[in-house]
Each structure stands twice: as structure tokens, then as C-alpha cells.
């Protein structure tokens, strides 16, 4: 929606447009709701796509162990996926120099930060772009830990397919 009213230094209350109508309404009923805990409400017909693409993602991530769930944070800073390149790679590699893990001392970063984007270059009728090759091999440099059980914390997570959800959310905003 679009932002009428802004007032600076100001609470969202202050602010009006049809942004904050929207983003109320899907807050009311995502209240009433006992399925959905996130709903996006746009007025378009692909929100009930997006919301079930949503949910799916949410009922996914909620049955993660806590170690699947950093292991999701890490594919995420490793690959992020954006709709648009808004990723400062030089802090956010500088923000990973400040992460602790054990059996690593000095840690050095070889990672070249491709964004992962919704603007798919080839023509495509599935989404595979979720699951990167070698993510488990630098995951596993990271944490000290077999290549194998970061691939199988993967696997079992869901992860490829939690990231795979995203884009398509992504995609189907896009088209908003």
C-alpha cells in the first residue's frame, strides 16, 4: 500500500495510509486465526497463494531443532535471498569475523556473497535456486563439524525447501 502520511520521529500510529490499513487488517485476522500466526494482505488475488506459501514455510521452520535453525541463519547469511541486491557484503562479513565457534581460531572467509535472487534468469516453471552447492562443505568449515551431519541437519531440516518457499514468496509479491 502506499504511505499518505509520514510523520517523522513519530510511532506508527501517527503514520496513515493504506500500508498501515492493510498491515492492521492482516494483524486482526491473523489473531482470529488459529492456522495462520504471519498473513500478508494486499487486496490482490495472490494472497491467499502468499499466505499459504507463508504458513508452509512458518509450519516448517517451527518443527526445527535449534541446531537446524542456526544452520538456516548460516545458509542465509552465506546466500541471501533478496528481491533486489540490498545486502552490504563488506559488514556483513565483518559481522561474521565476531562469531565464536569452537575449534576455530582464526577464521577466514572465502565466501563471494551471491545474492540470490527472485529475478530468475532462466525461464523456469519450479524453484531450485533455494539450495546452493557446497553450502554444507562451508557450513561444516565453520563449525568445525563433518561435511556429512551438516548435510543431513540440512536434509532433515528442510532447510533447501524452507529457502525454496522463500523465493517463492518473493516471486509472488513481486508480481504485486
Do not use: C
Amino acid at each position: 500500500g502506499t504511505w499518505d502520511i509520514r510523520v517523522e520521529n513519530e510511532s506508527s500510529t501517527a503514520q496513515d495510509g493504506t500500508v498501515y490499513h492493510n498491515a492492521r487488517k492482516a494483524i486482526d485476522e491473523a489473531k482470529k486465526s488459529l492456522e495462520y500466526s504471519t498473513l500478508f494482505y494486499s487486496k490482490n488475488k495472490n494472497d491467499i497463494i502468499i499466505n499459504s506459501l507463508i504458513n508452509a514455510a512458518t509450519l516448517l521452520a517451527f518443527k526445527q531443532s535449534e541446531y537446524q535453525n542456526k544452520l538456516m541463519l548460516l545458509a542465509e547469511i552465506l546466500y541471501p535471498i533478496a528481491s533486489e541486491d540490498i545486502i552490504d557484503y563488506k559488514n556483513l562479513k565483518e559481522i561474521l569475523k565476531f562469531v565464536q565457534f569452537e575449534k576455530k581460531e582464526n577464521l577466514t572467509l572465502d565466501i563471494d556473497y551471491p545474492v540470490i535472487s527472485t529475478q530468475l534468469e532462466k525461464e523456469s516453471f519450479y524453484i531450485t535456486e533455494g539450495k546452493k552447492r557446497g553450502l554444507s562443505t562451508q557450513i561444516s568449515k565453520l563449525l568445525g563439524v563433518s561435511r556429512q551431519s551438516v548435510e543431513k541437519s540440512i536434509k532433515i531440516g528442510d532447510i533447501y525447501e524452507l529457502r525454496n518457499l522463500t523465493i517463492a514468496v518473493l516471486k509472488a509479491m513481486d508480481n504485486i
